[in-house]
């Protein structure tokens, strides 16, 4: 799966308004080419939800601004609303999981199976709010690594200490009781899936 930076991204908005157009134009990827249009709109929309852009008008008049946080508080306030929002998915999402098989007809070589129609909107939900909160980690190392204000690295990372010890709770309690085919499988989706810091995945 491709990644993307925040920074690259952000360096490709230098206006107050910066039409969607405009920016997908000028975000090229290692090959020089354009971005899959419908999927650079979802990272867009993905930087707005970690608090990063904005997003005005709409339709074919449809802008973006960067946002900045005006005091520590604000910043923190929001990253913290983030975090509560994505665990009460996950938590919710997990304990209507809990005893159930969630994958069936598993082959041997696990290469083939089917997700349990009786809990895909579940494991959807699920899978959601884990992406957002690997996400959501990821800018957060990269805002403290680009930070020089000393009590706002301490506050970030106790930030990202809680998401790191929410999701290693969360997959433990996951993984509870699973036979062994599901429980591989499941790690391909939630194993140590944070992206580097300040990335996106495409």
Known sequence: MQVISIEYILRCMPNEKNYFD???KMCLNEDKKRYNRIKFSN???KMEELGHIKKHGH???VYYEKLHHIT???NIGFINNMIFTYESKINKASKNLKNKKIFVDISKNLNSY???KFVKTDYEILLEGMSGMFELASSIIWTKEKSDDSKLK???TDCFTQIKKFLEDANQKLLKDKKTNEIILLQRDF?????KPGYLRF
Do not use: R, V
């Open 72 to 74: 520590m508080e604000d």
């Open 22 to 24: 405009n920016i997908w």
């Open 59 to 61: 339709k074919s008049d």
């Open 114 to 116: 089917k997700l349990n």
């Open 43 to 45: 990272t867009l929309k």
């Open 191 to 195: 194993g140590n899936k944070i992206p």
């Open 154 to 156: 301490k506050e970030l």
